[in-house]
């Protein structure tokens, strides 16, 4: 079974920057594409960003809304996945969720993700 726990989310200015982590456990990280959504209140959860398994090419898929803002970044030895965020909006704040699945093709739509970590609140004051 896999066990996803997100960290790194909190409170932070217009404009400033953060990172989450990620870390993978219960099967092999390499295997599965990973990816992050967020959920605002009152909002659908939405595609932020996806990296596909090494195995894949390891690409990197963004929303409109964060490219050239955010990163998304995988580390194969500490089974844990990043989100770079900069020049943070207060539209980025929402809970973001951490997601994987064992298929060679990026993760963009939460109907489709097997496996959910459990959130990590980023929160943008102007």
């Known amino acids: 079974q896999v066990h996803l726990v997100e960290s790194g989310g909190g409170l932070v200015q217009l404009g400033g920057s953060l990172t989450l982590s990620c870390e993978f456990s219960?099967?092999?990280?390499?295997?599965?594409?990973m990816g992050w959504f967020r959920q605002a209140p009152g909002n659908e959860r939405e595609f932020v960003a996806s990296?596909?398994?090494?195995?894949?090419?390891?690409?990197?898929y963004y929303a409109d809304s964060v490219k050239g803002r955010f990163t998304i970044s995988r580390d194969s030895a500490k089974n844990t996945v990043f989100l770079k965020m900069n020049s943070l909006k207060p539209d980025d704040t929402a809970v973001y969720y951490c997601?994987?699945?064992?298929?060679?093709?990026?993760?963009?739509?939460?109907?489709?993700?097997?496996?959910w970590g459990q959130g990590t609140l980023v929160t943008v004051s102007e």
């Open positions: 219960g099967r092999t990280f390499v295997h599965y594409a």
């Open positions: 990296i596909t398994r090494p195995g894949g090419g390891g690409h990197t």
């Open positions: 997601a994987a699945d064992p298929t060679i093709v990026p993760l963009v739509k939460a109907w489709q993700i097997q496996n």
